[in-house]
C-alpha cells in the first residue's frame, strides 16, 4: 500500500495509444492542447509544458534571470528540487523558517532572511497547502522580486478564491505518477507574462528560436537562431495525451483525496497523541500529502511499515543533506523545520485507496501511537 500512486483507466490508455498512431510523437498538437487545459483550469494566460517538474523549476530561475551572485529564498520543508534549481543557475538558495501551523514559508522570516542579494522567492505549498501569498506578494513588491510558486503538490488548490497558477510571476506543476495527475514524468510552468513566457520557451528548447521577431538577422526560411544556453526540456506528445485525458479526472481525483483526509481527521479527532494538519480557512488544499505529526516517530513509522502500509515522511530538510553541508549550509538551522521533521509521517492518500485500506492505516496509527 503506497503513500501515493497513479490512477489510469482505459481512457488514459487510448488517448495514449491514438497519439503512437499519429504523427507527432514530440512537439505534436497534443503538447499545446494539453498546456491550454492545463492553463484554462488554472486561469493563467500561459503555459509550457516540460519533460519534468524539476526542468520547469530550473527554467522559471532561467526565465527569472537567477545567476551567480543571486539569492533565492525558499523553505527547507520541500523536496530539494525547490533549492537545486538555484544551484544549476549558479545562485544561493538560503532558507528561511516554516511556520509551526501551516508547515510553509514563513513571511516573517522570508523578511529577515532579505538582503541586497535577494531577487526571487520560491513559495512552496507544502502537501497542497498553499503559502500566505499576499504576503509574500507584499514582500515581493516591496523589494522588487519574483516570485515563483512551486506547486507540484497544489494543483487544483486555491488561495483565497484565486487558483494556485494564476497568481505570481511564475507556478511550477509536476505530474510525476504520485502527484494529483500524471504524464509519466512531467511538469508545466504558467505564467501570465508575455516577457516570461518568451524566455520560458526559449530555455526548454537549446534557447533556439525561429521567431522573426525575435532573430538578429534572417537568412531565409530554414533560418533560426540561439540565443540562450537553453536546454532539451521538451515533453512528448505521448506524455501529454495522457495528462490531457488525466485532467479530465482532476476534480474527481482531489474529491476523493478530500474525503480521504475528512476520514482520516475523523478517525484522529480524539486521539491525542496524533496531530492532524491545518486546515485554512478561505483556501482549498488540494491534498497531495496528508501528513501527521507523532512522538516516537520511528518506532511508529517502522511498525506502519511492518504492517505493510507505504508511510513516508515528506520532509528532510534539504540543508541537512550532505551536499548542502559540504556546500556553506553547515550553520543553517531553521528551527520549526527541525522540529516537524522529528514527528512527521506521511499516510497513504491516493484516488485508488480504498475505504478498507484506509481503515486498515487508522487502525494501525491508532495502536501503534498508544502502544509507543
Ligand atoms: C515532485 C516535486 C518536484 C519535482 O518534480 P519532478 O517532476 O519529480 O521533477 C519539485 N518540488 C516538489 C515540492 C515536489 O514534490
Not at 510523437?25 to 493563467?44: R, S
Request: hydrophobic share 35%; with cysteine.
Amino acid at each position: 500500500m503506497p503513500y501515493g500512486t497513479q490512477s489510469i483507466d482505459e481512457d488514459d490508455i487510448q488517448a495514449v495509444v491514438d497519439v503512437l498512431r499519429s504523427n507527432f510523437l514530440t512537439t505534436g498538437p497534443a503538447v499545446a492542447q494539453f498546456e491550454k487545459k492545463v492553463a484554462d483550469y488554472v486561469g493563467a494566460k500561459y503555459a509550457v509544458a516540460v519533460s519534468n517538474g524539476t526542468a520547469a523549476l530550473h527554467v522559471a530561475c532561467l526565465a527569472a534571470g537567477i545567476k551567480k551572485g543571486d539569492e533565492v529564498i525558499t523553505t527547507p520543508i520541500t523536496f530539494a528540487a525547490s533549492s537545486n534549481c538555484v544551484l544549476y543557475c549558479g545562485g544561493t538558495p538560503v532558507f528561511a523558517d516554516i511556520k509551526k501551523d501551516t508547515y510553509n514559508i514563513d513571511p516573517d522570516d522570508i523578511r529577515r532572511k532579505i538582503t541586497k542579494k535577494t531577487k526571487a522567492i520560491i513559495a512552496v505549498h507544502f502537501t497542497g497547502q498553499p503559502c500566505e501569498m499576499e504576503e509574500i506578494h507584499a514582500i515581493a513588491r516591496e523589494y522588487n522580486l519574483l516570485v515563483i510558486e512551486d506547486a507540484a503538490h497544489a494543483l487544483g488548490a486555491d488561495y483565497k478564491g484565486k487558483m494556485v497558477g494564476s497568481m505570481s510571476d511564475m507556478t511550477t506543476f509536476s505530474f510525476h505518477p504520485v502527484k494529483h495527475i500524471t504524464t509519466g514524468e512531467g511538469g508545466m510552468i504558467m505564467t501570465n507574462s508575455d516577457a516570461l513566457y518568451e524566455r520560458l520557451s526559449l530555455f526548454r528548447t537549446h534557447g533556439i528560436t525561429r521567431d522573426e521577431n525575435l532573430l538578429t538577422v534572417n537568412d531565409g526560411d530554414w533560418y533560426y537562431q540561439q540565443l540562450e544556453l537553453g536546454y532539451n526540456y521538451r515533453i512528448t506528445d505521448i506524455q501529454c495525451a495522457l495528462g490531457i485525458s488525466q485532467m479530465d479526472k482532476l476534480d474527481l481525483f482531489i474529491e476523493n483525496r478530500k474525503k480521504i483526509v475528512r476520514r482520516y481527521n475523523d478517525a484522529f479527532a480524539n486521539v491525542e497523541e496524533v496531530v492532524t494538519p491545518y486546515q485554512q480557512e478561505e483556501c482549498n488544499s488540494s491534498w497531495h500529502l496528508y501528513v501527521i505529526q507523532v512522538k516516537k516517530r520511528k518506532e511508529i513509522f517502522d511498525k506502519l511499515r511492518a504492517a505493510g502500509i507505504g508511510v513516508n515522511v515528506h520532509y528532510i530538510p534539504v540543508y541537512s543533506f550532505p551536499y548542502y553541508q559540504k556546500h556553506g549550509y553547515d550553520n543553517v538551522h531553521c528551527q520549526n523545520a527541525e522540529k516537524l521533521y522529528e514527528n512527521l509521517i506521511s499516510l497513504p492518500i491516493h484516488a485508488k485507496l480504498t475505504q478498507s485500506e484506509q481503515d486498515y492505516v487508522i487502525e494501525h496509527v491508532i495502536t501503534a501511537v498508544k502502544d509507543c
